[in-house]
């Protein structure tokens, strides 16, 4: 049995970096994981730190994970491979475009300095796409990383500034005495805390539950592959407007891609199947056609909490002091979640968060009924 001021359950980008920036603060933190740190979808998504795209609300937190990004080799001692090439947003019909402009419209002010491109503008800055797309929406300063290292990083950076990370420690039960938290381990350690952070990822609605707060997530499972390495082509991270796939290639040459969704084999396990493999390699070619005959080397998948309007839950527990939650990132958790552990941060330290939150609350579900 240990005592520590926090508790967190979860060891993703958003539970290793809270655990991060609260040891930097001197909070004395034990995170508690089920298998290893980042191996779940905050180290098995495609790796994209994009602020395009995202709902409103979640800009200023956006922004503010975009400092973070900077710093990266001082917080966690290694660059994770990330490099700000530009997310390139792509129109397949004159409606997408139109829906670029208008986000463009309603995005001013939260610094993401979109440039829109016609046909001709796209074809003579990207020659690669294919001809399919009509247009396309250019965030210079987005980019993207290699989760695979990034995610587990921050937990060592956590741990070399003092913060006990327990990996393969699954949670079995929490519970509250009035005073503090007993968070209860399928391996016998007990951990008290004053302060308890769900950052369970898909799993995070079992703790909710226990205190009177279900809601309803379902887990999802991103259809990922990688190619074997091509002439080095794509300068830039691309997505598509109205969704369906994703690429970039990194400086090996590989491309990553990512689209649809993929299937579970258990609680903990997932692939993501044939047909969705398929569907993605016609996009492909159809999107950016020196893929055409590339080989896929690898699949894989994982598993991600989606709840229904896709709006992750960050802040207070409505029924239990000293519970936060931050979970349900719906796959976009990455490039968002080190100002998510910020942000847990100054609510344990200072009260309360610098950046809103209110859009987050787990309180929009109260009227909802979870079978």
């Known amino acids: 049995m240990i005592e520590v001021d926090v508790v967190i359950i979860g060891g993703g980008i958003v539970g290793a970096s809270a655990a991060l920036f609260l040891s930097q603060a001197g909070r004395r933190v034990a995170l508690l994981e089920r298998d290893f740190c980042g191996s779940h979808s905050s180290g098995v998504n495609y790796g994209g730190v994009r602020r395009q795209g995202r709902p409103l609300s979640q800009l200023p937190l956006s922004q503010r994970a975009h400092d973070i990004w900077g710093q990266l080799p001082r917080l966690i001692g290694i660059d994770g491979e990330y490099q700000r090439s530009g997310h390139l947003k792509l129109a397949r019909s004159a409606e997408d475009l139109r829906a670029l402009h208008d986000y463009a419209t309603s995005s001013q002010g939260f610094g993401l300095d979109l440039q829109l491109l016609d046909r001709a503008e796209l074809r003579a800055r990207f020659p690669w796409v294919g001809a399919i797309a009509v247009g396309a929406s250019l965030c210079p300063d987005d980019g993207h ?140 070619v159809e999107l950016y056609p020196f893929l055409q005959g590339a080989q896929a080397i690898r699949t894989w998948s994982g598993t991600e909490g989606y709840l229904p309007d896709r709006q992750p839950v960050i802040g207070h527990s409505s029924t239990q002091a000293g519970l936060l939650h931050a979970f349900g990132f719906a796959g976009a958790g990455f490039q968002i979640g080190p100002a998510v552990g910020q942000a847990l941060t100054e609510i344990i330290c200072n009260g309360a968060s610098t950046t809103p939150l209110d859009a987050f609350s787990i309180t929009r579900f109260h009227s909802i009924s979870v079978a």
């Not at 995610?151 to 741990?159: E, K, L, N, T, V």
């Not at 929490?174 to 005073?179: A, F, K, L, P, Y």
């Not at 991103?222 to 691309?238: D, R, Y």
């Open 145 to 284: 990383a290699n989760p695979r290292l990034v995610s587990p990083a921050f937990a060592q950076a956590a741990r070399r500034h003092g913060a006990q990370i327990h990996e393969q420690c699954a949670v079995s039960t929490v519970e509250h005495n009035g005073q503090r938290f007993a968070v209860h381990s399928e391996t016998g350690l007990v951990v008290h805390a004053p302060w308890l952070l769900n950052c369970a990822g898909a799993w995070a609605s079992h703790f909710a539950a226990q205190f009177g707060e279900a809601v309803p997530m379902h887990a999802g499972h991103p259809a990922m592959l990688v190619t074997e390495p091509l002439p080095w082509v794509m300068n830039a991270s691309t997505g598509v407007e109205g969704g369906g796939i994703y690429a970039r290639q990194v400086a090996r040459g590989n491309c990553v891609l990512g689209g649809g969704q993929g299937f579970a084999l258990d609680d903990a396990r997932a692939r993501p199947g044939q047909n969705a493999v398929i569907d993605i390699l016609r996009q492909a």
